[in-house]
């Protein structure tokens, strides 16, 4: 929610950025996907997580949460607290069943 800039470029404008910047750029989106599926691969293994695929899911979740930047504003009706609560009871919800 205080990251929309770096969260459209990440998102939207990737190929606009120099090759050192866009190479970096790359590696820390496949470093946090890779952290959330094996997260997600982890929890399905312990029987915590009910998942069809990790790797959807990841984007699935991702997807959610990134695109809190397009809409959220400051004044609006929901505050960040409230917004990061619903959020993450949403993501929880999509894994548990």
Do not use: K
């Not at 590696?27 to 069809?52: K, P, V, W």
């Not at 990790?54 to 979740?61: L, Q």
């Amino acid at each position: 929610m205080t990251r929309r800039a770096e969260v459209v470029i990440a998102n939207m404008d990737l190929r606009s950025l120099e090759p050192d910047n866009r190479a970096a750029a790359v590696a820390l989106r496949d470093a946090y996907e890779t952290r959330l599926t094996d997260i997600l691969r982890d929890g399905a293994a312990r029987g915590q997580f009910q998942i069809e695929d990790a790797r959807v899911t990841t984007f699935a979740i991702i997807a959610m949460l990134t695109g809190i930047c397009m809409w959220y504003r400051p004044d609006g009706p929901r505050g960040q607290e409230e917004l990061i609560r619903i959020h993450t009871d949403l993501a929880m919800r999509s894994v548990t069943g």
